[in-house]
């Protein structure tokens, strides 16, 4: 048959990088790009510098690149729209991952300085320091560790829960300073699992320090102890991130999911009858 050829168009994430870094220039934010200097499931990160030469990291979100059956249960930045493209949720993931750095920030959480911010692009300031996971040895590794576990417990106490908690999203510089970075899938203590997230962010730790450290402490932080302090999490929802959110973008993930999967289906469901064919095509000229 003929396929048939339809005029038209559509943004892709290249295109929208281009978008994005323009405005990015336009705002003074950044000057030049560097080298890529990491790749996550959901982003990108390159080197980045302002006119003066000031080093800052690029970071490009690219939600869709991996299935969202995982981190669908804790993403709640879709607004109130029934079809959205990975385009416009990336935007979303940036855009609430930039207010979260500017929050926490302000009440001195360590975390990267903002910079801007614009389409699914976010910039802040450099990060002196390492990947917790690139780390083999500690010298002080108990006050490390239980630095760890109070910056878990002042998440608590601002009504947040990091929710991927763990070695790679932890930076430590050469005088063993935290950094807490990937900030996206944070929830809220009032989640309705936010006990299990909480310790699943706390066991991540502990587990990490068993295996690579040699050392294990039963000193651990517990939610139903915390007490809330300043509700970051309201302040977010007041701004319109995650009021009635959450079951409109697992609506999105799922519709997205099965049609990639009838796609995927009807693709192998071709294959198959093309391979029926060329085998009765063989069977036949075997005759």
């Known amino acids: ?9 559509h943004l892709t994430y ?27 499931k959901e982003s990108d990160i390159y080197i980045a510098a302002d006119e ?18 995982k981190v669908k249960e804790k993403r709640d930045y879709l607004k109130r729209r029934k079809n959205a493209s990975w385009l416009y949720l990336s935007r979303l993931a940036a855009e609430r991952e930039f207010s979260f750095l500017k929050a926490l920030h302000e009440r001195g959480y360590p975390v990267p300085e903002p910079v801007s911010w614009n389409r699914h692009a976010i910039v802040m ?3 002196q320091g390492y990947p917790l996971s690139q780390v083999k040895t500690i010298t002080n590794t108990a006050k490390v560790y239980t630095r760890l576990m109070d910056l878990v417990s002042r998440l608590a106490q601002m009504g947040l829960i990091h929710g991927d908690f763990n070695e790679f999203n932890l930076m430590i ?12 899938q944070m929830i809220s203590t009032s989640h309705a699992n936010a006990e299990y997230y909480f310790d699943r962010d ?17 000193d651990r932080p517990y939610l139903s102890d915390i007490v809330c302090e300043s509700a970051v999490d309201v302040e977010m929802k007041a701004s ?19 049609e990639e999967e009838g796609e995927s289906d009807s693709y192998e469901s071709e294959r198959d009858e093309e391979d029926e064919e060329s085998e009765g095509e063989d069977e036949e000229s075997e005759e």
């Open 1 to 9: 048959y003929q396929r048939r050829v339809r005029g038209g168009y």
């Open 173 to 184: 510089d050469d005088r063993e300073r935290i950094t807490v970075i990937d900030l996206p």
């Open 125 to 127: 300031k450099l990060v």
């Open 240 to 258: 319109g991130y995650s009021r009635d959110l959450a079951s409109q973008f697992e609506e999105l993930t799922l519709k997205k999911e099965d």
């Open 14 to 40: 290249a295109g929208y990088d281009y978008l994005a870094l323009r405005s990015l220039c336009n705002q003074e934010a950044i000057y030049s790009i560097g080298n890529k200097i990491g790749v996550g």
């Open 52 to 69: 003066e030469g000031e080093q800052h990291v690029l970071k490009l979100h690219r939600l869709g690149r991996v299935c969202f059956r």
């Open 202 to 218: 706390v066991e991540c730790i502990r587990t990490w320090f068993r295996k690579r450290y040699n050392f294990d402490s039963d």
